[in-house]
């Protein structure tokens, strides 16, 4: 099992940045990829960005690129979400994510954290 633990989210009024982090219990040759997703309330989870393990190879949704950028510190086992120039459709409960796979799907993630909500006031 690898356990994901999140955290960085809070209220932020738009226009202003936010540095989600990640922290993997472990590393395992299961996990390819770690990614973001995130769930707006009322609707359903969607993808944010995925880096792939060893390439740092990054997947981005069209809504985010340009404003955010997943990162991942190797030795740490940690993924890093920063977002820039937030909006308030940006509102959600940001959720990390791994699996064997590049996981821009939710039926792709083998595990997921608890999530961390993330508030933008306009």
């Known amino acids: 099992q690898v356990q994901l633990v999140e955290s960085g989210g809070g209220l932020v009024q738009a226009g202003g940045s936010l540095r989600l982090s990640c922290a993997a219990s472990?590393?395992?040759?299961?996990?390819?990829?770690m990614g973001w997703f995130r769930q707006p309330p009322g609707k359903e989870r969607e993808f944010v960005a995925a880096?792939?393990?060893?390439?740092?190879?990054?997947y981005y949704a069209d809504s985010v690129k340009g404003r955010i950028t997943i990162s991942r510190d190797y030795v740490e086992n940690t993924v890093y979400l920063e977002m820039n120039s937030l909006k308030p459709e940006d509102t959600a409960v940001y959720y990390c994510?791994?699996?064997?796979?590049?996981?821009?799907?939710?039926?792709?993630?083998?595990?997921w954290g608890k999530g961390t909500l993330v508030t933008v006031s306009s």
């Open positions: 994510a791994a699996g064997s796979a590049v996981i821009t799907t939710t039926a792709r993630v083998d595990y």
């Open positions: 472990r590393r395992t040759f299961r996990v390819y990829a």
């Open positions: 880096i792939t393990w060893s390439t740092g190879g990054t």
